[in-house]
């Protein structure tokens, strides 16, 4: 999985996407004027903005486009982290989405590392009690 942004991105989209591929332990690529070369095994997550502010995130695999939008963002604590593999934890439609759109799997109960919190509202992306992003839905 890589994570990149639109060709002119504001510097809230370039912040967000280099934030969740740190916490995703995935590449982040500066587009500039490269289209996405598209593998078959290659997924990328775009950050889609509106209006100069970060708006959503587009999956793009093997010709195929998911979107996830969101109302806005909140930034938390920024930091380095280790390479560790999240779970997304959580019950109920969403989550399993939040789950499947990751490509992770889904917990139901919050352990002391890494992870997505999915609630009603908001997903929260945490590395053990401190938040990294907070992305209103």
């Given at each position: 999985m890589r994570f990149t942004t639109s060709r002119r991105p504001s510097p809230g989209a370039r912040r967000l996407a280099r934030t969740l591929a740190r916490f995703l332990s995935s590449e982040y690529m500066t587009?500039?004027?490269?289209?996405l070369d598209e593998g078959e095994e290659d997924v990328w997550m775009v950050v889609v903005e509106e209006h100069g502010s970060p708006a959503g995130l587009a999956r793009r695999s093997q010709g195929e486009e998911k979107v996830l939008r969101?109302?806005?963002?909140?930034?938390?604590?920024?930091?380095?982290?280790?390479?560790?593999?999240?779970?997304?934890?959580?019950?109920?439609?969403?989550?399993?989405?939040?789950?499947?759109?990751?490509n992770l799997e889904i917990s139901p109960e919050a352990d002391a590392g890494?992870?997505?919190?999915?609630?009603?509202?908001?997903?929260?992306?945490?590395?053990?009690?401190?938040?990294?992003?907070?992305?209103k839905i």
């Open positions: 587009r500039g004027k490269s289209g969101f109302a806005a963002f909140v930034e938390g604590e920024s930091k380095r982290m280790k390479t560790i593999r999240p779970a997304v934890v959580g019950t109920g439609k969403r989550a399993c989405e939040v789950a499947e759109f990751f890494r992870a997505i919190r999915v609630r009603d509202r908001e997903i929260d992306f945490v590395d053990g009690e401190e938040l990294i992003v907070r992305l």
